[in-house]
Nanobody, 126 residues
Framework: QVRLDESGGGLVRTGDPLRLSCKFS????????MGWFRQTPEKDREFVAA????????MYADSVRERFTISRDNTKNALYLQMNNLKPEDTAVYFC???????????????????WGQGTQVTVSS
């Protein structure tokens, strides 16, 4: 069973950076593409960013493109989300997610991810 553990959330000010990490328990070969999603009480879970199994390709939601960067280090079993120039509307619980190893392409569709972490809260004050 794949286990995902997010960390790095917190309370920051508008314009500050923050880096989220997601450590996964399974051997890298058992993990395919990975992504970050976020959710607030007022909204359904929404796509933020995703990267391929190799980490060589990525996709982003329009709302975070140019501000957020997703990356992964398969030697460390880790996925990252570097968030710059944070805005109050970025406030949410952030989840990392993983696809099974046969699914190497990133996707913005949450139902295509089999494994999910518990989430980490990011709060951006104005």
């Amino acid at each position: 069973q794949v286990r995902l553990d997010e960390s790095g959330g917190g309370l920051v000010r508008t314009g500050d950076p923050l880096r989220l990490s997601c450590k996964f328990s399974e051997r890298t070969l058992n993990i395919g593409a990975m992504g970050w999603f976020r959710q607030t009480p007022e909204k359904d879970r929404e796509f933020v960013a995703a990267t391929s199994a190799s980490g060589r390709s990525a996709m982003y939601a329009d709302s975070v493109r140019e501000r957020f960067t997703i990356s992964r280090d398969n030697t460390k079993n880790a996925l990252y989300l570097q968030m710059n120039n944070l805005k109050p509307e970025d406030t949410a619980v952030y989840f990392c997610a993983a696809r099974p190893e046969v699914s190497i392409a990133p996707t913005p569709r949450d139902w295509e991810y089999d494994y999910w972490g518990q989430g980490t809260q990011v709060t951006v004050s104005s």
